[in-house]
């Protein structure tokens, strides 16, 4: 109920800068211990064994091309290096896939 509740309340506030509170629901029972912040919260609550069996299960069926950039983007990671890395490629080439990956494995 909590977290139905924060999303609830995050809707809420972007569509309408209104509370819960506001329109008569309760707050959530979760306290958020990143100074208050739902979507902050939210974006690093997630749990590392999936992360880890998605990275596992996806690795493998990248493309060349989505490979070379998915090892030199997590090899500048694993260094400390850094940096800024754009990708650009046409629709429907998996862009989204491999960022979603790279996520996964820096989440994991």
């Known amino acids: 109920l ?3 509740l924060t999303a609830i309340g995050d809707l809420l506030q972007a569509m309408c ?3 819960l509170a506001q329109v008569g629901l309760p707050e959530p029972a979760v306290v958020h211990d990143l100074h208050g912040n739902a979507l ?3 974006e690093t609550s997630y749990d590392e064994e999936i992360l880890s069996a998605v ?3 996806r690795e493998p ?3 060349d091309d989505q490979r070379v950039a998915y090892e030199g983007i997590s090899n500048r990671m694993a260094s400390g ?3 800024i ?6 629709g429907g080439t998996g862009k989204t896939y491999l960022l979603n990956l790279l996520l996964a494995k820096v989440r994991s």
Request: proline share 4%; hydrophobic share 40%; glycine share 12%.
């Open 40 to 42: 902050l919260n939210r």
């Open 17 to 19: 800068g209104r509370s």
């Open 61 to 63: 069926t990248l493309t």
């Open 81 to 83: 290096e850094g940096g």
């Open 2 to 4: 909590s977290l139905s």
């Open 85 to 90: 890395v754009f990708l650009d490629a046409p």
């Open 55 to 57: 990275v596992a299960e």
